[in-house]
């Protein structure tokens, strides 16, 4: 998987790992953030295993971090970065997590819908360590390996060459006069 974005799940531990006593805070667009009160629900590791518009298997892992955001509850700090690692530690211990893995973010509320996000930057602001979230984005494989995938600007084919099937000719048979006759065409 090819995202210029995307950080590994070794490389998200560590920013962490360097700053326990910071309050860990998650901003999933310009001037929003998921709101103080979130809990991290779950961890998942998914292995993701496809096959491409050009017919390439790709296989990747990515590590998703679920943020669930609370109706109601309302609280000035968030959650500090020692708390998640916590339970991070937790997860580690019935799961081992993918060190090379692709961490994504999901996080959804009332007024976002609900989506996997890369982390961009992890910054250490203040008393923050802040996630700025991205969207992911759709990419075609085939195209960024010099291959062909979608269609021409005429709206034909799909992903690989053309294959021309020969037409062949139908004669009915049964209203030939002249069959099997020099020149009939039938022998």
């Not at 360097?18 to 292995?47: C, G, M, R």
């Not at 700090?77 to 993918?98: C, D, F, H, Y």
Request: proline share 5%; with cysteine.
């Amino acid at each position: 998987m090819k995202n210029q974005e995307a950080i590994n799940w070794m490389e998200f531990k560590e920013q962490l790992l360097a700053h326990p006593q910071l309050d860990l805070q998650f901003q999933y667009a310009e001037n929003k953030w998921v709101d103080a009160s979130y809990h991290i629900t779950e961890i998942k590791q998914a292995p993701i295993t496809s096959v491409d518009c050009g017919g390439k298997m790709n296989s990747w892992t990515e590590i998703i971090v679920q943020l669930w955001e609370p109706v109601g509850q309302q609280q000035e700090r968030a959650m500090q970065v020692e708390k998640a690692l916590s339970i991070i530690g937790l997860v580690e211990k019935t799961l081992p997590l993918n060190p090379l893995a692709t961490v994504k973010i999901e996080f959804g509320n009332s007024d976002f819908d609900t989506r996997q996000m890369y982390p961009n930057q992890v910054i250490a602001e203040g008393n923050n360590l802040i996630v700025d979230l991205r969207p992911d984005t759709v990419q075609c494989k085939a195209i960024e390996r010099g291959g062909s995938c979608g269609t021409t600007d005429t709206g034909e084919e799909c992903c690989a060459p053309a294959t021309v099937k020969p037409k062949i000719e139908l004669k009915n048979l049964a209203v030939a006069t002249e069959c099997c006759t020099p020149g009939g065409g039938c022998c």
